[in-house]
């Protein structure tokens, strides 16, 4: 197939924050410089990434109480995915973790659907998602409503993981995930990195180190409830100036420095400063602790998932098995016996380079 003559949109969930499907949506961008855009909602004006394309939101921009929220428009979103117009393309990709593989394509357009996990608050933490909700006053009403239209929700997203030609999953976890819950065959495609940002020659500093989305599945509670106990200094990094951020940066005692919305230059100095980077969630597939690995950074992860294909116990990281402090401490006493190797580290780091993943997607189009 020869790309260049052909028309490419490329459909994200949402384009707001600058996190790991972020990440995925500017590598897939490079490769198709010519790709038109469309997302439910978009808040990236500023990004250079996305300067001179053309880039469509659907509906849910355009009202008040929902655009900032992608979770009060639960319902709505499947409708403003099927409301774009991708009649004139020949591939779309679709960046997916939730609805945007809900589009419809003409019969002889090629669908990709990268997928970073089938959607969650229906599929694999419907009942974590339950239990946590992010509606402040409206908690009740979610958590009254969500269990009546849930299954109806489930029912429609399983019709529209049939639309796409073909999945791609960004590990083995999410593969098994497709596999269970759409019933699709998928290829693991993992997603990449730029090493060539990240300096592995920094002088190690006595700190820990945590980077991510101030919410409850990312277990920053976690971490603050373990560096509270140990005393030992933890730096942890967010965008997310929330309910969930406040309360924890008042609980930490003083060894615990929060750093909010911090520039990108001052978080590639701390990825090479750190003598560790913790990572406590149960994710699909992690970037950040790749990242810290091509800084030179040693990993402590917990002991399922992404993390067992990217982590390799003593030459670039170690793991804890429960999600709780005893684990988590645990892990910390073995790696300050261990010693790694900056080298090794950045070796490993480089085989998940976005030069991979890029010609990956390339030649599975072909």
Same mark, same amino acid.
């Given at each position: 197939?020869?790309?260049?003559?052909?028309?490419?949109?490329?459909?994200?969930?949402?384009?707001?924050?600058?996190?790991?499907?972020?990440?995925?949506?500017?590598?897939?961008?490079?490769?198709?410089?010519?790709?038109?855009?469309?997302?439910?909602?978009? +808040?990236?004006?500023?990004?250079? !990434?996305?300067?001179? &394309? =053309?880039?469509?939101?659907?509906?849910? #921009? $355009?009202?008040? *109480?929902?655009?900032?929220?992608?979770?009060?428009?639960?319902?709505?979103?499947?409708?403003?995915?099927?409301?774009?117009?991708?009649?004139?393309?020949?591939?779309?990709?679709?960046?997916?973790?939730?609805?945007?593989?809900?589009?419809?394509?003409?019969?002889?357009?090629?669908?990709?659907?990268?997928?970073?996990?089938?959607?969650?608050?229906?599929?694999?933490?419907?009942?974590?998602?339950?239990?946590?909700?992010?509606?402040?006053?409206?908690?009740?009403?979610?958590? +009254?409503?969500?269990?009546?239209? !849930?299954?109806?929700? &489930? =029912?429609?997203?399983?019709?529209?993981? #049939? $639309?796409?030609? *073909?999945?791609?999953?960004?590990?083995?976890?999410?593969?098994?995930?497709?596999?269970?819950?759409?019933?699709?065959?998928?290829?693991?495609?993992?997603?990449?990195?730029?090493?060539?940002?990240?300096?592995?020659?920094?002088?190690?500093?006595?700190?820990?180190?945590?980077?991510?989305?101030?919410?409850?599945?990312?277990?920053?509670?976690?971490?603050?409830?373990?560096?509270?106990?140990?005393?030992?200094?933890?730096?942890?990094?967010?965008?997310?100036?929330?309910?969930?951020?406040?309360?924890?940066?008042?609980?930490?005692?003083?060894?615990?420095?929060?750093?909010?919305?911090?520039? $990108?230059?001052?978080?590639?100095?701390?990825?090479?400063?750190?003598?560790?980077?913790?990572?406590?969630?149960?994710?699909?597939?992690?970037?950040?602790?790749?990242?810290?690995?091509?800084?030179?950074?040693?990993?402590?992860?917990?002991?399922?998932?992404?993390?067992?294909?990217?982590?390799?116990?003593?030459?670039?990281?170690?793991?804890?098995?429960?999600?709780?402090?005893?684990?988590?401490?645990?892990?910390?006493?073995?790696?300050?016996?261990?010693?790694?190797?900056?080298?090794?580290?950045?070796?490993?780091?480089?085989?998940?380079?976005?030069?991979?993943?890029?010609?990956?997607?390339?030649?599975?189009?072909?």
């Amino acid at each position: 197939m020869n790309l260049k003559d052909k028309k490419i949109a490329i459909v994200c969930d949402r384009i707001s924050d600058r996190w790991g499907a972020e990440m995925v949506l500017s590598h897939i961008l490079e490769v198709f410089p010519g790709a038109d855009i469309y997302s439910s909602v978009f +808040w990236q004006e500023w990004n250079p !990434v996305f300067s001179g &394309r =053309k880039i469509t939101s659907s509906f849910i #921009q $355009r009202i008040p *109480l929902l655009k900032k929220s992608h979770k009060l428009a639960l319902t709505l979103r499947p409708l403003a995915f099927e409301s774009f117009d991708l009649s004139s393309y020949d591939i779309v990709i679709s960046s997916s973790s939730a609805e945007s593989k809900w589009v419809i394509t003409k019969p002889d357009c090629l669908h990709i659907c990268y997928c970073h996990t089938p959607t969650r608050y229906f599929w694999s933490h419907y009942h974590e998602y339950l239990s946590m909700m992010e509606f402040g006053i409206l908690n009740p009403l979610a958590k +009254w409503l969500m269990p009546k239209v !849930v299954h109806k929700l &489930r =029912k429609w997203d399983f019709l529209a993981a #049939q $639309r796409p030609d *073909l999945f791609l999953a960004n590990s083995k976890n999410t593969q098994g995930r497709i596999n269970k819950y759409y019933h699709r065959d998928s290829s693991v495609l993992y997603p990449g990195i730029d090493t060539s940002e990240f300096d592995p020659k920094g002088k190690k500093q006595d700190f820990y180190l945590a980077t991510g989305r101030c919410i409850p599945y990312k277990k920053f509670d976690l971490l603050v409830e373990a560096f509270n106990k140990n005393g030992k200094p933890l730096i942890c990094v967010t965008n997310t100036d929330n309910k969930l951020f406040k309360q924890l940066q008042k609980k930490s005692k003083e060894n615990i420095t929060w750093k909010l919305a911090i520039s $990108r230059k001052e978080i590639l100095e701390l990825y090479s400063q750190a003598k560790c980077f913790v990572f406590p969630p149960e994710e699909d597939f992690g970037i950040v602790p790749l990242e810290a690995m091509a800084s030179g950074t040693p990993v402590i992860a917990y002991n399922k998932w992404w993390a067992l294909e990217t982590v390799i116990e003593w030459k670039t990281g170690t793991f804890f098995k429960e999600q709780n402090s005893e684990s988590l401490q645990e892990a910390i006493d073995r790696f300050e016996s261990m010693t790694f190797d900056t080298k090794t580290l950045r070796i490993h780091a480089e085989k998940f380079d976005k030069k991979v993943f890029q010609e990956g997607i390339v030649k599975i189009m072909q």
